[in-house]
């Protein structure tokens, strides 16, 4: 079955992953390629106008990846993972969401 969209962690995304322990390693992985194929909010969840977040909860951490799409592809669409970070309540940080707005300007700044 093909994914819905492809992802790329960023450096900061990719870091916080690998610093992880295994097993918690590999349930973000698994959920993030579980959200790829179905849009399921448990797993991808839409926070704003612009950006998403990957969802993980594991061991009763709540584990999260900000991330925004890239459409401007002639073929593939693509969710850039902007940064991680874990969490004890439901409610996203604002400091979060602007980190992961400005990482999407700088990115599309740079892509033209």
Do not use: C
Not at 83 to 108: L, M, P, S, V
């Amino acid at each position: 079955m093909k994914p819905n969209f492809e992802i790329e962690l960023l450096p900061e995304a990719f870091d916080f992953i690998k610093s992880q322990e295994f097993k918690t390693r590999k349930k973000i992985l698994q959920n993030i390629n579980r959200a790829k194929h179905s849009l399921d909010p448990k797993l991808f969840k839409k926070l704003n106008s612009e950006i998403w977040e990957f969802r993980t909860r594991y061991n009763g951490i709540q584990y999260r990846l900000l991330a925004f799409w890239d459409k401007s592809g002639i073929t593939d669409t693509i969710v850039f993972a902007t940064h991680g970070f874990k969490k004890k309540t439901d409610k996203i940080a604002q400091k979060e969401i602007q980190k992961a707005e400005n990482i999407r300007t700088q990115y599309f700044k740079n892509k033209s």
